[in-house]
């Protein structure tokens, strides 16, 4: 009997548990998923639950809901890695062999990792919202603030989900209008970045919602510490920004365990080949989702869209073939603009985020870099895809490779921006 | 392809304005970018931050981070940014004649 270890189930782990069961014969396969946690988070609706549009009940489900029958359940944290014997020591004392590991373990939030962040003001007047936990302490607090300086600070790249922080800013200019006290907020978002976003021709469309809706933008400023006494961030290189709010994205970080198994660089994610998803460094290896150093983004879609390369790919290894599938960096989000429309953007490693349709080219429904009523209603329908299909490892009709089709380039800018698809 | 003339020579820039051509790499000419970028007068302490980064990159083909570059170059991130003000890692990248560090999105 041969082995096959996923470590986390979360949204990557979830559909490469679904799709190996369904392939792999139960005589031949023993396939083991480990995770720390009994439910399941449905991340991307972490963002509503500050402004009361979803509570804890819309995004968790008991894990053992998404696990196919055939699958070896352990529910622990894992100790260590012993790559070149094979085998994970879980906290629980199991110790698992394996003749493949997939790693999927994500990453977290580090509030821990800046000086001055866990300290007297956090959960106070200082909240995340990548965890449900700060997100529903962060929504209590709103309910009866009465305004003053708005602060959002991205730590430090990369983050998961980096279109994240300015949904947050606009969902909260649409909040503060409708409990008729936007005059009393001033929003402000503080980034490392040189502009709203990662990328040329979004960062110009994003940055312009962002003055239509007097959203303040401080750019390259790194944090250094947060001054709790005063009520300011401080930048390394002693730029200061006060808040009456601070909601942070702290660093992100691959879990404690890469680390303590000599895995991962310097933010514990773990060395992967960005097309065939295999470690860099063992061959029996392979990484999915946010626990990659992958330059792409840290996203539920882009975990989505590895998954079916991942799959051809750990089936061709099992039958001594080579890796012939190969991950081209998509992602696909949907993002929330306010007032109940939104944006979509789809890109790879190598084509930025343009407009268009999308799926169908010149019909859609969804519009590409632009705002529209179908986009939002495509971002809150995707939650039931999500739970119903997508982590089940169902098929969506959507291919894993980006397509061209449908999108095109604004004129000002070609030449530029784009490179060539090797 | 962008130039720009430096001690006497044209200099091709990639499309981030740093050196296309690491060859064309001297310490004069580091020199030269640092005023640029309002660096100003390299000392030691910027020579040990430009010297770990063309290492890295000749071992791993990438720039480092400024979290790397804090963990171990022996140069702390506070000390970073006043040697290189505004964004350490992009500008000791330019004046080492290294691309612009990977982005992440």
């Known amino acids: 009997m041969k082995k096959i270890v996923i470590l986390g189930g979360g949204t990557a782990g979830t559909i490469m548990v679904n799709k190996l069961c369904k392939a792999l014969s139960p005589a031949d396969w023993k396939v083991t998923i480990v ?216 660093t992100n970080m691959g879990i404690e365990a890469i680390e303590r198994s000599e895995l991962g660089d310097e933010l514990n994610f773990i060395p992967t080949d960005k097309e065939t998803l295999q470690s860099k460094e063992w061959e029996n290896i392979f990484v999915i989702g946010d626990a990659t150093d992958l330059p792409s983004s840290k996203a539920g879609s882009v975990a989505h869209f590895e998954s079916d390369i991942l799959f051809e790919n750990i089936m061709s290894a099992i039958n001594g073939e080579p890796l012939k599938a190969k991950f081209d960096g998509h992602a696909n989000c949907f993002i929330e603009s306010g007032n109940g429309k939104g944006l979509l953007i789809d890109f790879n490693y190598y084509t930025e985020p343009l407009p268009g349709k999308f799926p169908i080219p010149g019909i859609g429904p969804f519009s590409l870099l632009k705002e529209s009523r179908m986009n939002h209603l495509g971002k809150l329908g995707f939650r039931w895809l999500y739970w119903n299909v997508l982590i089940k490892g169902r098929e969506l009709p959507l291919e894993p490779q980006m397509s061209m089709a449908g999108k095109y380039v604004p004129k000002t800018i070609e030449n530029e921006t784009i490179e060539e698809n090797p | 392809m962008e130039t720009t003339v430096l001690l006497n020579k044209t200099i091709e820039l990639d499309k981030d304005g740093h050196l296309a051509n690491r060859e064309d790499w001297s310490e004069e000419l580091a020199q030269e970018l640092a005023y640029q970028v309002e660096v100003g007068e390299l000392n030691d302490k910027h020579w040990t931050v430009i010297n770990f980064m063309r290492n890295e990159f000749e071992e791993k083909g990438d720039a480092p981070s400024i979290r790397k570059l804090n963990k171990q170059s022996g140069v702390s991130t506070k000390e970073l940014y006043q040697l290189f003000p505004k964004g350490p890692a992009k500008k000791a990248a330019k004046i080492a004649g290294l691309p612009k560090p990977k982005g992440c999105i």
């Open chain 1, 35 to 250: 995770d720390k946690e009994e439910t399941h988070h449905y991340q991307p609706g972490y963002l509503f639950i500050p402004f009361g549009i979803y509570g804890e009940d819309d995004v968790v489900k008991p894990k053992k809901n998404f696990f196919p029958k055939e699958a070896d359940i352990i529910i622990s944290e894992i100790d260590l890695i012993d790559a070149p014997n094979n085998c994970v020591y879980l906290k629980n004392g199991n110790v698992l062999g394996y003749d493949y590991l997939i790693i999927a373990t994500g990453s977290e939030i580090r509030p821990d990792e800046i000086e001055g962040m866990v300290d007297k003001l956090w959960n106070k007047s200082i909240f995340d919202f990548y965890t449900l936990n700060g997100a529903l302490a962060l929504a209590e607090f709103l309910k009866t603030w009465e305004g003053g300086k708005l602060v959002l600070n991205i730590a430090e790249m990369p983050i998961k989900c980096p279109v994240a922080p300015l949904e947050f800013v606009f969902l909260a200019d649409d909040y503060f209008k409708k409990k008729g006290m936007r005059d009393k907020v001033d929003i402000i978002l503080v980034t490392p970045l040189d502009a709203a976003f990662t990328k040329p021709i979004a960062a110009s469309e994003l940055g312009g919602f962002m003055r239509e809706k007097g959203i303040k933008l401080v750019t390259e400023f790194s944090i250094g510490s947060v001054d709790n006494d005063a009520k300011k961030i401080i930048s390394w290189d002693d730029r200061e920004v006060d808040f009456d709010l601070l909601v942070t994205i702290p």
